[in-house]
């Protein structure tokens, strides 16, 4: 009796249950045309758990969403736990074999689709045969005749620690990995994302952030806790964003430093009067130029950093009211650090190879490791790849960082040898064996170089075979045809590749070519 009586199991799915009761008729969701109360919003998602249970699907079975930032990916962020299932969000940008590989690593048995992507999932389809159930959304609109059809539906969690969504890396090491999210680690992440970006029940959210990284990095549960609006966005285009901020009252948005980039010098960028937009930004340090721009603009920028494996971002560069009394430049010095554990987080560590705490010294150089209730649960199927993540209950990030006496983790460098581009992850060795697959190809690796549009974008550096030829443009096709379009190479170089005396590539003497070949 005791136990029930001070012991409720949490799961983000709750914040639209008080939602619908402490703000029933007020806006939740604006998604061009349509809009919903949250009175409406919860029957929506109930109604989609039920169709989901009409269809078969049961506790523990895996339904994938296949959409850009609309209400019905929002929805089943709310649908596909209430019904006991476990959402996987899927990457537009991939191909249909690459989503054919992850439905089928994650089982899952319904694939909701958005009609724009209907030829991608009549290809999935036909990979993965009569197992997968597709629901078209849109158009000829089956998703809203099953739900008009269905009974409201919704299971209690009884563990917050059961799986509550799969989220597939980009793939550091070209295969992508299935990121275990539980109830517990989304309820309390999205309880930090509302407190650290100050939402409430007057903020207009901006979904410029794909709600399918990280589940929105907790956002589709944490603008609802706040009852907030949810502003959909389906195409990120900077004319639409740019209207959207002035006439749709929008308070907040997210979004990667290429984004603003491509928002803050638009020709339509103008502040708006009166009101200033909280932004939270990640993936990449804001440059001072930026800071500087979005400052004129109304925006006040924040600097969050976290991993798919810590339910986005784990680190926020906390501000003091004091440091606002610093020059721009230092302000912009100060913002590029990556930050201290978040209000749900454990206190991040910067280690040794040994697994001992560097110095807080601002210099000596570590790995960030993490553990709490925003870390994963581990990757879905690959024990191997959890131990060796966590070797000793502190999940190892991959990111090598320096600890400030202040206790503020600073970034330095990538332990591997990823590429991020406009947010998105490449690995290089994907990149590196499709160019290997072409006929003339002997060898390649392939390397970050600087774009001032997406950041990174990957450089390939390749050796022939002897008598054989191909150019750079051939190359370049051929990568975009047997990978997604965002991981193809920008460049190609032609050589004997530069090695030391183990025969081991020197990738840091291509990255230097990269920068060179870029800036002339």
């Given at each position: 009796m005791t136990?029930?009586?001070?012991?409720?199991?949490?799961t983000?799915t709750?914040y639209l249950?008080?939602?619908?009761?402490v703000?029933?008729?007020?806006?939740a969701?604006i998604?061009d045309?349509?809009?919903?109360?949250?009175?409406?919003f919860?029957?929506r998602?109930q109604r989609l758990?039920?169709?989901?249970r009409?269809?078969g699907?049961?506790?523990?079975d895996r339904?994938?969403?296949?959409?850009?930032?609309?209400?019905?990916l929002?929805?089943?962020?709310y649908g596909?736990?209430?019904?006991g299932?476990?959402?996987?969000a899927?990457n537009?940008r991939?191909?249909p074999?690459d989503?054919a590989r992850?439905l089928?690593?994650?089982?899952a048995?319904?694939l909701?689709f958005?009609?724009?992507h209907?030829a991608?999932a009549a290809?999935?389809?036909?990979?993965m045969?009569a197992?997968?159930?597709?629901v078209?959304?849109?158009?000829?609109d089956?998703?809203?005749r099953?739900l008009?059809a269905?009974?409201?539906?919704?299971?209690?969690?009884?563990d917050?620690?059961a799986?509550?969504s799969?989220?597939?890396?980009s793939g550091?090491t070209?295969t992508?990995?299935g990121?275990?999210y539980h109830h517990?680690?989304?309820y309390?992440?999205?309880?930090a994302?509302a407190?650290?970006m100050q939402?409430?029940?007057?903020?207009?959210?901006?979904?410029?952030l794909p709600?399918?990284?990280?589940?929105g990095?907790?956002?589709t549960w944490?603008?609802?806790?706040?009852?907030a609006t949810?502003l959909?966005l389906?195409k990120?285009?900077?004319q639409?964003?740019?209207?959207?901020?002035k006439?749709?009252?929008?308070?907040?948005?997210?979004?990667?430093?290429?984004?603003?980039?491509?928002?803050a010098?638009h020709?339509g960028a103008?502040p708006s009067?009166?009101r200033?937009?909280?932004v939270?930004t990640g993936?990449?340090?804001?440059?001072?130029?930026?800071l500087a721009?979005m400052?004129?603009?109304?925006?006040?920028?924040?600097h969050?950093?976290?991993?798919?494996?810590?339910?986005?971002?784990?680190?926020?560069c906390?501000?003091h009211?004091?440091?606002s009394r610093?020059?721009?430049?230092e302000q912009a010095?100060?913002?590029?650090?990556?930050?201290v554990?978040n209000v749900?987080?454990q206190?991040?560590r910067?280690?040794d190879?040994r697994g001992?705490d560097?110095?807080?010294d601002?210099s000596?150089?570590?790995?960030?490791?993490?553990?709490?209730?925003n870390?994963?649960?581990?990757?879905y199927?690959?024990?191997e790849?959890?131990a060796?993540a966590?070797?000793?209950?502190?999940f190892?990030?991959?990111d090598?960082?320096?600890?400030?006496a202040d206790g503020y983790?600073?970034i330095k460098?990538?332990?591997?040898?990823i590429?991020?581009s406009g947010?998105?992850n490449?690995?290089s060795?994907?990149?590196e064996r499709a160019?290997?697959?072409?006929?003339?190809v002997?060898e390649a690796?392939v390397?970050a170089?600087?774009?001032a549009?997406w950041?990174?974008v990957?450089?390939?550096?390749?050796t022939?075979k002897?008598?054989m030829?191909?150019?750079?443009?051939?190359l370049?096709a051929y990568?975009?045809?047997?990978l997604?379009?965002?991981k193809?190479?920008k460049?190609?170089?032609f050589?004997?590749l530069p090695?030391n005396?183990?025969g081991?590539?020197?990738?840091?003497v291509?990255r230097d070519?990269?920068?060179?070949?870029?800036a002339?």
């Open positions: 136990a029930s009586m001070s012991f409720e199991p949490l983000p709750a249950a008080r939602a619908s009761r703000f029933a008729d007020r806006t969701v998604d045309g349509v809009r919903y109360t949250y009175r409406e919860l029957e998602a758990a039920g169709a989901l009409a269809l699907t049961r506790e523990g339904v994938a969403i296949l959409a850009p930032n609309t209400h019905v929002l929805e089943a962020h596909v736990p209430f019904a299932a476990v959402l996987v899927l537009p991939l191909t074999s989503h992850i089928a690593h994650a089982g048995r319904v909701i958005d009609h724009e209907e991608a290809e999935i389809a036909r990979v045969g197992s997968l159930k597709l078209r959304a849109g158009g000829a089956e998703y809203e099953l008009t269905a009974e409201p539906f919704s299971r209690a969690v009884q917050e620690r799986l509550l799969i989220n597939y890396t550091t070209g992508p990995k990121v275990m517990r680690g989304a309390l992440q999205a309880l994302m407190m650290h939402l409430d029940a007057s903020s207009v959210f901006l979904w410029t709600m399918f990284h990280c589940n990095w907790c956002f944490a603008v609802t806790a706040a009852g949810h959909c389906r990120l285009d900077p639409i964003v740019w209207s959207y901020l006439d749709a009252g929008v308070t907040h948005f997210n979004a990667a430093p290429t984004v603003l980039i491509m928002l010098w020709a103008a009067p009166g200033r937009i909280r939270a993936g990449a340090p804001p440059t001072p130029a930026l721009r400052a004129e603009l109304g925006m006040d920028v924040t969050l950093y976290g991993l798919t494996e810590t339910f986005g971002p784990a680190a926020v906390q501000w009211p004091e440091l610093l020059s721009n430049a010095q100060f913002k590029a650090r990556q930050g554990g749900v987080s206190l991040l910067v280690i190879w001992a560097v110095p807080a601002g000596t150089l570590g790995e960030i490791a993490l553990r709490g209730n870390v994963m649960l581990g990757y199927r690959d024990d790849a959890t060796a966590a070797p000793d209950g502190w190892r990030t991959g090598l960082a320096v600890m400030h983790v600073e460098d990538r332990a591997k040898d590429i991020i947010g998105e490449i690995a060795i994907e990149v160019l290997s697959t072409h006929p003339s002997l690796a390397v170089g600087p774009d549009k950041g990174e990957p450089v390939a550096f390749v022939l002897p008598g030829d191909a150019t750079e443009p051939e370049i990568a975009r045809s047997v997604a379009h965002f193809a190479p460049r190609v170089m050589g004997e090695r005396a183990t081991k590539i020197q990738k840091f291509l070519r990269a920068k060179s070949l870029i002339g």
